[in-house]
């Protein structure tokens, strides 16, 4: 087995208020296991549709999974599509009948007629028994393929892949596997990331490498597929680990952390208390750095200061350093971390002052404009950055520099300590 | 012109790393032209696959669009399997060549050969001028049928939608069209809801009714495809009005503005100003009552406290008050909406305290519990919530309460002004 195809069975996923999701899930599952995903499709629930494209799937790849229409209205039409194509008999299942009308049973309720359309079996089929729901998956071989039907759920998919399908494609898959890595960036455009690094990657020929750009941060991924798992593995743990060296405290995540992740693991580590104070970013640093449980243990407070009078009345910014320098400014966002480290008591203090816009913006001062600080008892550093784009890609970006000026400072200070 | 297929080019979109999401805003651009969507297909930047793809997809649609694979890489396939199925050839075209080479002479670069690739049209071809990006759009007709090339970054592909095929298309679609309604409704359970509109939304029969939950509310989606557009508008707005009836003032928007909209302009109505304190929230009530641009106007300022000492430092809450009944409790609530609405010298006070988890629940105060109050100049009203599910989800549904609190007192305000 080498080749997948995903057939995503739903007129809802035609509509545009769906997207198939599960492909995701499954295509990671399929690629650990070596087998690539070469075509996905979405079929309405309609017979003929359904035939054609279990027809076509069949003559590319090794493997089929579709998933959903195995529920017992009369629009669930994927496990009668597939019998007819393959001449397969539809007949009742008397263990999986009962599982059913048990499951009814259990929650008080009768089982209406409808539903034991889902204990249909065709003739030869495996059943691939769904503890979470009524629909069982279903696995079935022809002509030296295999097609397997999976219930639509997210859950209740998951579950039925992981207990029943995973065992069996184990069993057939090759040894040819997929390994991967993930490194997380953050502080760095997407083009100066890859010119630092395009020489490095493009020397490992059979890696796969990806440069993705996210709201959260800049993402590498190193895929690797290969029939030694222990030697793709160390292949991407030197080109990881070189990838590292090239940019140096940049990546900060090499393991699939996130941001939050790491800024709240490296909190807890150094024993430092936090406080924030933030105009533009309107609450989201303080969001972010309670995102994590256990936060109450480093997060003393944060502030919204949306109004001049708030920065003066709650984090002791003088009203006359405003005047001077005006709200979105280094003064002010230093005046902001200091002052909201000293009025909660904490380790370190958080500023950040800017103009999210859309408007707000002048000639020296446009939209995009965020000053930030962060102040410990031996003072204050500051820094100033000028972000493109719309209000949330403002305030996106600006929430993550700040968290990333967090994890950079305690990065330092641990090695410090080290 | 009645169907239409939409094809995804990208190996990219055969990894577990991404989707392909601009079928949505496609699919509902030719909904409301009367186009259904009958099929979507994710196809690798493979030659073959591509040119199967498009042959398979002309035997069952009108229309055709595909997506991606336009660029000036080797990957980039999509014109070339085109042109290749349909017996064309691919010629240079002179005006989209001195496009390309404008844009790059004007951010002060030097075309490379490979964008070269980018102007090739195939015969009979239309081209779809694309301002905001080097890969244009293409347009062909073959017997009888249409294909349509997009490139795939979303913000040219919406460019190029709009500006060139949707004239096209409205000259040539049929009669029908889709019309849609969006409701959204928040402080109701979906199955509750449910209840008490099916025996309302069933006796539209032509009507296709849709309920989605998401974590901004409930959504109600209403559809009719008709022909005649002014009637297919009036059985919805009918619908509408019984659904919203029957649910009251739980519906808090009937042209698809999400709840913080709908709070920024009742804000903005009111002439009021709002401060908020919170605590398990951790910043999202101020992020969200800061999303919308002009929220300087309304929003004094927040307060996260999320320690004990932050509670009476910022807010004034009375540490015998948090002794007495702790700091998750109705009279903590009220103590901070008052308190953060004094101290801002707003017109309302928002206050927010509860148990996020995982850890920090007792039996008597659960995981989930969350009390809040809004105090404004008469007093203040407090409610208690217990939310089900995990850390995120408590956060999210007890920042979406806290916000749909402040609507429906608004909303009264308002009625009782009227």
Chains 1, 2 share one sequence.
């Not at 259990?106 to 028994?129: C, I, K, S």
């Not at 939050?260 to 105009?279: H, K, M, N």
């Amino acid at each position: 087995m080498k080749h997948a195809e995903i057939i995503a069975v739903g007129s809802e996923l035609l509509t545009p208020f769906h997207l198939d999701t599960n492909s995701l899930f499954l295509t990671e599952e399929l690629n650990r296991l070596g087998l690539a995903v070469i075509r996905k499709s979405i079929v309405a629930d309609d017979r003929q549709a359904l035939r054609e494209a279990f027809a076509q799937a069949l003559e590319r790849a090794d493997l089929v999974i579709a998933t959903g229409g195995l529920g017992p209205t009369e629009d669930d039409l994927t496990r009668e599509a597939l019998a007819d194509l393959l001449e397969r008999r539809l007949l009742p299942n008397a263990r999986v009948l009962d599982e059913i009308r048990e499951r009814f049973a259990h929650r008080g309720r009768t089982m209406t007629p409808n539903n034991e359309r889902q204990a249909l079996v065709p003739e030869g089929a495996m059943v691939l028994p769904n503890a979470l729901g009524t629909a069982p998956g279903l696995w079935l071989e022809t002509r030296g393929r295999v097609v397997v039907l999976l219930p639509g759920p997210p859950g209740e998919l998951r579950h039925v892949f992981t207990e029943q399908v995973l065992p069996q494609l184990e069993k057939r898959s090759g040894a040819r596997r997929m390994a991967h890595r993930l490194l997380r960036v953050a502080g760095m455009s997407e083009s100066h990331l890859d010119h630092r690094i395009a020489e490095i990657y493009k020397r490992y020929e059979s890696v796969e490498t990806t440069i993705l750009a996210t709201p959260e941060g800049i993402e590498i991924h190193l895929t690797l597929w290969s029939e030694d798992s222990a030697e793709a593995g160390r292949v991407l743990d030197e080109l990881a680990g070189r990838i590292t060296m090239a940019l140096g405290e940049a990546v900060f995540s090499v393991d699939g952390e996130t941001l939050d992740e790491v800024v709240a693991r490296e909190l807890q580590l150094s024993g430092a208390t936090i406080a924030v104070a933030e105009s533009c970013t309107g609450g989201m640093v303080s969001a972010r750095l309670t995102n994590i449980a256990g936060s109450s243990v480093y997060f003393r407070g944060g502030v919204v200061s949306y109004s001049n009078e708030m920065k003066t009345a709650w984090v002791g910014v003088p009203a006359e350093l405003i005047e001077r320098h005006g709200a979105v400014s280094a003064e002010v966002a230093i005046a902001m971390a200091t002052g909201v480290r000293r009025a909660a008591d904490a380790t370190l203090g958080v500023g950040i002052t800017g103009i999210a816009g859309p408007g707000g913006g002048t000639p020296e001062k446009p939209v995009g404009t965020v000053h930030f600080s962060l102040a410990d008892a031996a003072g204050a550093q500051e820094r100033l950055v000028r972000f493109g784009g719309d209000r949330d890609r403002i305030r996106r970006l600006a929430s993550q520099t700040a968290l990333d000026m967090i994890r950079r400072y305690l990065f330092r200070a641990r090695q410090g300590r080290g």
